[in-house]
């Protein structure tokens, strides 16, 4: 054999003798034969040390083989063997991971590998609707590398991947009865791959929820023990998510198949788990869980969704389930934090579920509510920040289109019951707003500013509530002490609360204000804050709040206090701040990346202390408020100018009818600017599409050029050195360049002709040696049949690279 | 809350023909004139009563699908019966009919009952497709055939009782396997023995607040 290959190698001119063949060289020879070889045996080896090289020359073996791998899946598709070969190479080319070994093998680029292999392999989707066929065959060697290559194809073009399977006929069907697949290893790869199909396309999590992926999902929990399983059972968790993400229908669906009554029994906790403590795995499997709760509850979703579902999970003590896992003990702090912010949702603006949470107490002597508890870990600097944001929010959902919920709280507050000697929940808020920790002051003005959120009654009630500052000072009133707090501290994050606070208390309650504008300096702050021309970081959202609750002030003043009226405060706002700078400062807040963050989503979003400013519900108000407030300074001015419509002297008659022209003028041009601008998106869309064009054009040109390198590689075309230099030096003289040129592509003509033929030759010489190796194999069998012994030398050279490679 | 029967169903036909509205008359008794992308009711389910037993009806409207008549031969296999609905307004929506049955008998399992219906009968003025020829076009393909109205909820409660009656009827004869989840059918919890117990106490919970649907 040795003899014969250099014997070949000396023929075709190739590297000195005694040297290797080149990994490309070996790989198209490999490929001949995938495509040539009659033997099914022989295709067999082939396609096996393919899969060995497919490693180490994965560029080779991608762009010499690709089309005769996919044509083997096509014409040996009954060979369980050979299959397996196929798809386990292509597994290897198109995988998002880069090998170890490429790095020896031959050429490298730089380009994502994996992914130009995918595109080429699903430029035709019959692929993978043929890939998706051998998910039903039974046999292990080629169900699972299936499963494989299709996960990695869906890695690297998740998009094409998923339209191709959603219209190919019965292929999410397939997908899916791999669920049942006894072999785990199977099952578990199949769930990987359903988790990736189902990421973020509606359609396909509608047909996976419809081929009962519920009652399958649950069922590969229960046989993995639940909550107590291993990464299977997250695994299971994370598909589910996926399906009701956003998804109503699904959520529909899981609802009216009784899945929500399957969950609470998975929180059963054991009674020695203080001993066997939380491991890893089923921390991450609560976390799951809960987040399936709140993905059915979402805020986000329809309300009608969410209140049934709401009320399902009390129906099937989820709620009840839930509530115990705040009260256990030893709790790891991620879990209890997560589980709050569950809670919150399950009850959010649900009265029967808020009157239960309502109920829960904690198991300590005497026995104290829930709510009494978590409060009391908002207002503590010692417990962890996001507990503490988590403890807020679900005090906002309790209190969330809770009237009664509201009164309790400040029925807490009011003198007449203040006789109980228990902490309140009142008491620990008004505590919370005045002490020295500003997160606590942040988070309690907030707390309290939701038991008046559109409750008129309450902001009354709490005018009357009082404070006994220091021992046998009088009794200030709240609103009293919040108005000289906010002048006295500090601390940004304190004021940003309390003005808050004051906020949402005032809007809409004239009594509010007009208590606050007796606060002596109160309005004297706000004005001077208002119009500072200077700020420190973020202190234009501080500026801009005092803004506002002048606004407020002007907004909803009843004409009581004698100094301060409506008119009054008009003038004081715009004499000292100026109309423009003070609408200004009032977008300032708006315009803050903060309030962006906060008006996003009723739960609070930070990561660390110094996030948190603005809240949810504040925005909200602040965008119903901003436009009545500058629309009454704006009337205000026009009353105090005496100017209205009907009073106009025949010289501001002749001012409005110039004015009409100059709108009518800035209109016409406002239209022109328009069509200007149609015109100039139409060309935007032209210029797009022959973008795109050439994108795709490029996207082609690139897997030639993938194609293009590989066989450089594989030397099949001549080196270029000689012409570098050339180039190089050849600035002066074009002509001679030219007829050089000409010259080179003579001799590269002749080269290629030469090429050819010896190519031709190579074809006959391995006829021969075809030939004279059958014949030398029937020599062989004749000499054994005479008796003779001899060595049985492998019968061909291909094996043993496969066998070096394996080791 | 229990059922002895599951069945899932899928309601077809071309855009416009009124399944959204038949899937909501069915399911809340109310109709949406306006069209309502927004509310996207695409599932709906609902507890009937045949022959004294309970049966829950679990029923996929196709929306926005009609386009991609591939996405909807997914739900074919899975489905125990089909709505194949027509609007008597349009006889474009009566002349794709055949193209409809093709499909659905190419995807689905030979037992899949499938109800032919021409929708918005209360339109009579307008009216294009006479309703002998759907009874012809019914007949001639072994269907059941039935004009409703989801605007006034005429004959909207028949169709689809009507088609669990047959459903239920083949579960009877012994046509349908039951066993095999892929017909759409599905056996309640304490009519099958080989039901998986749930973990935990088997406290049945939701007894409360019962008849959410
Ligand atoms: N008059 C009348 N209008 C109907 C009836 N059913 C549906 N429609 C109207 O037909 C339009 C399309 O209905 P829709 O349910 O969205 O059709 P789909 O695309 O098949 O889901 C809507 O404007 C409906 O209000 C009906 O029975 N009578
Ligand atoms: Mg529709």
């Known amino acids: 054999m040795e003899y014969l290959k250099s014997g070949l190698k000396s023929v075709l001119g190739g590297p000195q003798p005694g040297t290797q063949p080149t990994g490309a060289e070996t790989v198209e020879k490999l490929v001949h034969r995938v495509t040539s070889s009659t033997l099914l045996e022989d295709r067999r080896n082939a396609c096996r040390a393919l899969k060995a090289l497919s490693k180490n020359y994965r560029l080779e073996v991608g762009a010499q083989g690709m089309d005769a791998l996919r044509q083997t899946l096509e014409v040996d598709h009954a060979d369980c063997e050979i299959i397996g070969y196929c798809l386990d190479t292509l597994c290897n080319i198109t995988s998002v991971e880069n090998f170890e070994e490429e790095k020896e093998g031959g050429v490298r680029l730089n380009v994502n590998v994996g992914e130009q292999f995918t595109e080429m392999f699903i430029k035709n989707p019959d692929n993978v609707s043929l890939v998706l066929s051998f998910l039903e065959e039974y046999d292990f060697r080629v169900r699972w590398p299936a499963v494989k290559l299709l996960t990695s194809l869906l890695s690297n073009k998740p998009k094409d991947i998923q339209e191709i399977i959603l219209v190919s006929p019965m292929g999410i069907s397939k997908l899916m009865d791999l669920l049942a697949d006894s072999r785990e290893v199977i099952r578990n790869d199949a769930l990987l791959l359903l988790i990736q199909l189902t990421k973020a396309n509606a359609n396909i999590q509608k047909i996976v929820a419809f081929e009962n992926a519920f009652d399958r999902l649950f069922e590969v929990m229960r046989e993995e023990g639940w909550l107590d399983g291993g990464i299977v059972v997250e695994d299971c968790l994370l598909l589910m998510l996926n399906l009701l993400k956003n998804n109503t229908s699904n959520i529909n669906f899981f609802k009216e198949g009784s899945y929500i009554q399957r969950l609470a029994p998975m929180f059963v906790i054991p009674e020695n788990i203080e001993e066997t403590g939380w491991s890893p795995q089923k921390v991450s499997n609560i976390h799951c869980v809960l987040q399936l709760i709140r993905t059915l509850v979402s805020p986000h979703n329809p309300v009608q969704i969410t209140s049934v579902c709401q009320k399902n999970m009390r129906n099937a003590n989820l709620l009840e389930v839930l509530c115990g896992i705040l009260m256990e003990s030893g709790v790891p702090a991620d879990i209890l934090t997560e589980t709050i912010n569950t809670v919150a949702e399950v009850i959010r603006g649900n009265l029967n579920n808020q009157e239960y949470f309502c109920t829960v107490n904690a198991p300590s002597n005497p026995p104290r509510p829930a709510i009494v508890v978590l409060l009391m870990s908002m207002v503590n600097e010692k417990q962890p920040f996001l507990l503490r944001c988590a403890v807020l929010y679900c005090f906002e959902c309790f209190l969330f289109k809770n009237e009664i919920g509201q009164q309790q709280v400040v029925q807490t507050l009011l003198p007449s019951t203040n006789n109980n000697s228990s902490l309140t929940t009142g008491q620990l808020l008004c505590g919370g707003v005045f002490n020295l920790d500003p997160l606590s002051n942040w988070f309690s003005s907030v707390a309290l500013s939701h038991t008046l959120i559109e409750n008129p009654a309450q902001k009354e009630q709490l005018l009357r509530v009082l404070l006994a500052t220091t021992l046998g000072t009088q009794p200030v009133s709240l609103l009293h002490q919040c108005a000289t707090f906010l002048q006295q501290t500090t601390k940004l994050q304190s004021k940003i609360g309390l003005l808050m606070l004051l906020a949402t208390w005032m809007a809409h309650c004239p009594p509010a204000v007009s208590m606050f504008l007796n606060v002596p300096g109160a309005m004297a702050f706000l004005t001077a804050q208002s119009s500072a021309t200077e700020f420190d970081n973020n202190e234009e959202v501080l500026q801009g709040m005092c803004a506002f609750l002048m606004g407020i002030c002007v907004v909803f003043n009843d004409n009581s206090v004698p100094n301060y009226s409506k008119e009054n405060l008009s003038q004081l706002i715009e004499k000292r701040i100026g109309i423009e700078t003070y609408i200004s400062k009032l977008s300032d807040i708006s315009r803050n990346e903060m309030y962006a963050k906060a008006a996003k989503q009723p739960q609070l979003k930070a990561k660390y202390p110094n996030d948190l400013l603005l809240e949810f519900e504040f925005c909200k108000l602040f965008k119903a408020l901003e436009s009545t407030i500058v629309k009454t300074l704006g009337a205000q001015k026009q009353l105090s100018n005496g100017m209205t419509e009907l009073s106009l002297s025949e010289q501001e008659n002749g001012l409005l009818l110039q004015y009409k022209d100059v709108i009518r003028d800035q209109d016409r041009r406002l239209q022109e600017l328009q069509r200007e601008l149609s015109k100039v998106r139409a060309e935007h869309n032209d210029l797009h599409v022959q973008s795109e064009e050439i994108r795709i054009a490029n996207l082609q040109l690139q897997d030639e050029n993938t194609l293009l390198k590989a066989q450089l590689s594989a030397g099949a075309v001549h080196p270029l050195p000689d012409n570098v230099p050339l180039i190089e030096n050849g600035v002066g003289d074009d002509r001679d360049l030219l007829a050089k040129i000409k010259q080179l592509e003579g001799e590269n003509l002749e080269k290629d002709a030469e090429l050819e033929r010896l190519h031709k030759d190579q074809d006959d010489l391995l006829e021969l040696l075809t030939d004279q190796s059958s014949r030398l194999n029937a020599f062989k069998a004749r000499l054994r049949e005479l008796g003779e012994n001899i060595e049985d030398d492998d019968d061909s050279d291909v094996n043993s690279i496969d066998e070096n490679d394996v080791k | ?213």
């Open chain 2, 1 to 213: 809350m229990s059922y002895a029967y599951l069945f899932k169903y899928i309601i077809i036909g071309d855009t416009g023909v009124g399944k959204s509205c038949l899937l909501l008359q069915f399911t809340d008794k109310r109709f949406q004139p306006v069209h309502d992308l927004t509310i996207g009711v695409e599932f709906g389910a609902r507890m009937i009563t045949i022959d004294g037993k309970q049966i829950k009806l679990q029923i996929w409207d196709t929306a926005g699908q009609e386009a991609f008549r591939s996405i909807t031969r997914s739900y074919y296999r899975g489905a125990a019966g089909a709505l194949l609905v027509y609007d008597i307004t349009r006889r474009e929506t009566f002349n794709h009919l055949t193209t409809w049955l093709e499909d659905a008998r190419q995807h689905s399992n030979s037992n899949m009952v499938i109800m032919l219906i021409g929708n918005k009968s209360d339109l009579e003025s307008r009216r294009e497709v006479k309703k002998e020829e759907g009874e012809a076009f019914a007949r001639e393909h072994g269907l059941v055939f039935m004009e409703t109205s989801a605007k006034t909820a005429a004959n909207v409660e028949e169709a689809f009782i009507n088609t669990a009656r047959e459903i239920y009827e083949k579960i009877q004869e012994g046509v349908f396997d039951i066993n095999n989840e892929a017909n759409g059918i599905k056996i309640g919890p304490q009519h099958s023995p080989t039901n998986p117990s749930l973990p935990g106490t088997g406290g049945q919970g939701g007894s409360q607040g019962g008849g959410c649907c």
